[in-house]
């Protein structure tokens, strides 16, 4: 059931981006709350480390404020105890090295915004050809 929400709640989310009034900022935390206790399944990571590290990477994913998402999470999530902060940074720097790989990866791939588009490779049209041979050449 989590799984769904996760999923349901990610589709509204981008549905609400493209054509609704709101901000990004709760969304992500949702989202990142919402994986944190999926991945909380995982041996030896507990629920309250889950959240606050996928609060603080949901964060970062949106904003690219890596300092502000430490912080957040920190505070959102400050009844986790003193013990999750390294795990939160953790999860922010990691989230935050991968948004900025795709994102240069993704500039990398899709012309910048005004640009015209490349120009097809000239062709060699039969004219052009036979005006060339009709040149003299020199001995």
């Known amino acids: 059931a989590l799984l769904w929400l996760l999923l349901i709640k990610g ?3 981008s549905l609400s ?3 609704f009034r709101g901000g990004p900022t709760f969304p992500a935390l949702f989202l990142g709350a919402a994986a944190g206790v999926a991945a909380s399944h995982l041996p030896g990571f507990p629920i309250q480390a889950g959240v606050a590290v996928g609060m603080g990477a949901g964060i970062v994913a949106v904003l690219r404020l890596p300092l502000s998402a430490v912080v957040i999470a920190t505070v959102l999530t400050s009844h986790a105890g003193a013990n999750v902060e390294p795990l939160i940074i953790v999860g922010v720097v990691v989230s935050y090295v991968v948004t900025l790989l795709l ?3 993704s500039a ?3 012309p910048a915004i005004g640009a015209s588009p490349p120009a097809p490779p000239p062709e060699a049209s039969p004219r052009s050809r036979s005006s060339r041979s009709a040149l003299p050449t020199e001995a």
């Open 108 to 110: 990398d791939e899709r």
């Open 17 to 19: 981006l493209g054509s």
């Open 11 to 13: 589709i509204g989310y």
């Open 103 to 105: 994102a240069s990866r």
